[in-house]
Structures are given as C-alpha cells and as structure tokens.
C-alpha cells in the first residue's frame, strides 16, 4: 500500500510537471518558469532525483539569462548523476549534455561546449528510434555542424 502510494505521488509530481511543460509550450515562459519554481520549493533534498532532474532540466529552458539556464542545466545533470542507478536516468544523458553544450555557446566557451557535445554524442547510443530520441539526434546534428564537430 505505501508503495503505491509512493508511486501514486510520484506520478502527480510528474502530471504537474507535465503540465508546466505544456504550458511552456504553448507560449507562457514566465507562468511556466514561476510554476516549476514552486514545484521545485515543493520538492525537498530528498524528492526522488529523477523527479529534481526533469524540474531542473526543464527550469533552464524557461531562463532569460544564458548564466542562469547553464546553472539549471547543471543542476539537472547533478540530480542525474545522484540517480545514476535508475534506468530512466541513462536516456536523459544525451539531451542533459547537448543542453549543456548548448548553454556553453551561448556563453562563447567553446571548450566546455565541445566536451559535452562529445559526452552528448558518447551517450546517445541508447536513444530510442522515436520522436524523442530523433529530435535529439537532429539538434546533435545541428549543433556538430555549429561547432565544425561532425563525424
């Protein structure tokens, strides 16, 4: 029983997120960047980390200022590396890194951008064949050819 209600919460934290994102989406960056903000007060040093990496990760694509997008992103990646053991976790790898990369040239730092977009790269082995893993193909692709890092 308390473990369906462990998994019970666990997917209301993942509806709301869910939703936030939905509405990121569909235009409102500042609601949705307020609303993921609350979620992540909600959420304790002890929420299941899978649950503070998505927040995060999805945190920083609602951030104005490229400093404060790279310091979401990289707490993302810190959550993932403290949820390492789950299954979920290895599938985030690729995009937590391309983001990274990403955040890197915003912020002229090749260096740093091109060490994630090799870990990026490194880590999409196991991307799916569907529209998730296609579309992080496509912006590796993208951003290789951005960086002249194509193979």
Do not use: F
Not at 79 to 87: C, H, L, Y
Not at 89 to 98: D, G, I, K
């Amino acid at each position: 029983m308390a473990e369906r209600q462990g998994q019970t919460g666990s997917d209301a934290v993942l509806t709301r997120i869910g939703q936030v994102v939905m509405l990121h989406h569909a235009g409102d960056r500042e609601e949705a960047r307020h609303r993921l903000l609350d979620l992540w007060a909600e959420l304790d040093e002890d929420a299941d980390p899978l649950h503070r990496c998505a927040l995060a990760h999805y945190l920083a694509d609602t951030q104005d200022d490229p400093t404060d997008e790279l310091a979401w992103d990289l707490r993302a990646l810190a959550e993932a590396e403290a949820a390492a053991g789950a299954v979920a976790v290895r599938a985030l790898y690729p995009s937590l890194h391309l983001n990274l990369a990403a955040d890197y040239v915003k912020l002229d730092r090749t260096e740093a951008a091109i060490a994630h977009l090799r870990r990026a790269r490194g880590a999409a082995g196991v991307l799916r064949d569907d529209s998730y893993g296609d579309g992080v193909r496509a912006q590796l692709l993208r951003l290789e050819g951005r960086l002249g890092e194509g193979d």
